[in-house]
């Protein structure tokens, strides 16, 4: 099944791709093009099971997308393909193709690490390391190597800030991150994965273990990050892609059934079993 | 406030006709409760009258003069058995030197980069045969590959009999280890560009440090209390050690050979090395988890 990407009016109004993808994938500008990923006929297996059939569609830049359906339709599966992450697990294979930013993510001259650097990724259980909060935000940063104390205190008060979390932390930045909060550690994944300015941030349900109040501050965060990055988000939570997202994809039994601006899924869907689903008649 | 609406009598038997059955599954929860904090506290008995027949024996001799001194001729008494000490840490020191680094990268290759392999399964296979093998078998082959070879005993060819000892305790508990290591920290330090090493070094070494250490304190433990292997490979000496390559005095075999002398003073002097060497292995022990638990926080 083959999605059709959703019409692009916005096309002129986004930004060229920002510099710093080129500087480290070292592709020709493409001006005036607005989608960041595109993924053409994507297959994806687990051993000999298929958990993606022909996957088809655009992630526009500088926009939140998300990926809705019921448990096991794939939608974490094709997220997490994104940065490569799947390749941790043995036995995986693909056809098909992702392109980010006109390269093919596989291409030979595409590093894992320089994709990862770029395709930053939330989980959705907060995993700070066992060390200070400090440490964990500049984790990136000091397996790049770098060591200038400005840079790194530089991007700790910048990422922290970013992630809506520099207040409640400022006063004890070289304390267990294990310490605080279940809301503030999901914050401060989040801070550790803009730290090193990636392209696009891959978010898998990111307030799954959350109160409400802890889930409302991270929906405001990513209404403010997009401004600087492209977001996909993968969430159980209609609301939560309603209230939150541009453009979503409804995913059921490994296809993507549509995909569309949110504000189409969720009052004019398509496609039948779309609206089933947004309107929970089953999932 | 009084209030006129009671509840029946029989609130709490009416609700089920099984409900007279609700004492005796109490009854039996208890009952097997006791039955396990009894059986913990029988298991208690034999480490604690060790403990207390080493304490009480040991005690008397106990005087910083046996750390300074040589150990008594057969009959005489006085002396001490500072050799021994000396010669035990150096040969424990000295396996551990050789066993762990290799036991440890062995269990990151076998946990981290190939965990399903061949060569990781023939690796894992051999480090367990290897626990259950004999200690004095050990020393056999210690005695084969370095005494023979060198032409004499000492406190090398110890060593060499200790670290194949210890070498497969401390693979296993390592690995044990590095698999409790949360999939989780694993995944972020992957997605933030990290390479495998890296997050070997910076995530998962760390986090499983204080499991590794309690595992080659383990192993330690169980080497300085080795006998068997070092008679055949370190003999021993009624002298200060002056060289690696020389028969060495140790604790356990000084205790082996004291104890089963028919002099009063050897047998208490045995007793004494017992206390000595139980504290050596708490001593290293204490610190070892000390310094692990304030750096891991």
């Known amino acids: ?283 | 406030m009084d209030n006129p609406i009671t509840h029946s009598p029989d609130f709490f038997e009416d609700n089920s006709p099984e409900s007279t059955k609700m004492l005796g599954r109490s009854l039996f929860d208890r009952a097997l409760t006791a039955l396990c904090v009894g059986l913990s506290f029988l298991a208690l008995v034999p480490l604690a009258s060790i403990l207390y027949l080493v304490v009480k024996n040991g005690l008397p001799l106990l005087d910083w003069s046996v750390f300074t001194q040589l150990p008594p001729a057969a009959g005489m008494n006085g002396g001490g058995f500072g050799n021994a000490v000396i010669g035990t840490l150096t040969m424990v020191g000295l396996a551990l030197l050789m066993a762990a680094p290799p036991a440890v990268l062995a269990a990151v290759y076998i946990c981290e980069y190939d965990p399903k392999g061949k060569l990781s399964n023939a690796v894992r296979f051999a480090a367990k045969l290897l626990t259950g093998v004999p200690s004095i078998i050990c020393g056999v082959f210690a005695f084969a590959a370095v005494v023979l070879a060198t032409g004499k005993f000492s406190a090398f060819a110890g060593a060499v009999a200790l670290a194949v000892l210890m070498l497969p305790t401390i693979l296993l508990t390592s690995e044990q280890a590095l698999l409790g290591v949360q999939r989780a920290y694993r995944e972020a330090s992957y997605g933030l560009g990290a390479t495998r090493f890296q997050t070997i070094s910076r995530v998962v070494l760390p986090d499983a440090a204080p499991a590794i250490m309690t595992g080659i304190m383990l192993a330690v433990a169980r080497a300085a209390g080795e006998t068997a292997p070092l008679v055949f490979t370190a003999l021993f000496s009624q002298f200060w050690m002056s060289s690696l390559m020389e028969p060495t005095a140790s604790l356990s075999v000084l205790i082996y050979n004291f104890s089963t002398m028919p002099f009063e003073h050897q047998v208490k002097m045995a007793w004494t090395a017992s206390l000595v060497l139980v504290l050596l292995v708490t001593a290293t022990n204490v610190t070892a988890q000390l310094v692990f638990s304030k750096r891991h926080a």
Not at chain 1, 93 to 109: C, E, N, Q, Y
Not at chain 1, 185 to 205: G, S, T, Y
């Open chain 1, 1 to 283: 099944m083959i999605a059709t990407p959703p019409p692009m009016t916005e096309k002129t109004q986004s930004a060229p791709a920002a510099p710093q993808a080129e500087d480290i994938l070292d592709v020709p500008q493409l001006p005036g093009r607005p989608d960041i990923i595109t993924v053409r006929d994507f297959n994806f297996f687990y051993g000999k099971k298929q958990a993606l059939e022909d996957i088809t569609l655009d992630i526009p830049e500088r926009q939140v997308t998300a990926f809705i359906g019921p448990s096991g339709c794939g939608k974490t599966t094709l997220l997490r393909n994104f940065n490569r992450m799947n390749e941790l697990i043995d036995g995986v294979s693909h056809t098909g193709d992702i392109k980010l930013a006109g390269r093919s993510i596989w291409d030979p001259s595409v590093e894992v690490i320089a994709l990862r650097r770029l395709v930053g990724m939330v989980f959705q259980k907060s995993n700070p390391f066992a060390k200070s909060i400090y440490e964990n935000v500049v984790y990136s940063l000091r397996i790049a190597g770098t060591r200038q104390r400005a840079v790194l205190d530089e991007t700790v008060e910048r990422s922290l800030r970013g992630a809506a979390l520099w207040d409640e932390v400022k006063d004890r930045l070289h304390e267990s991150a294990l310490g605080l909060s279940g809301g503030q550690m999901q914050r401060l994944c989040i801070a550790r994965a803009i730290a090193n300015r990636p392209k696009v941030l891959l978010m898998d349900e990111p307030c799954s273990a959350l109160d409400p109040i802890a889930t409302m501050r991270i929906e405001e965060l990513i209404n403010d990050l997009k401004k600087e990055f492209t977001i996909v988000i993968v969430t159980h939570n209609m609301q939560q892609a309603t209230r939150c997202s541009d453009f979503c994809g409804f995913f059921y039994l490994g296809n993507l059934v549509e995909f569309d601006r949110t504000k189409q899924i969720f009052t004019k869907p398509r496609e039948k079993r779309t609206e089933d689903y947004v309107t929970g008649r089953f999932g």
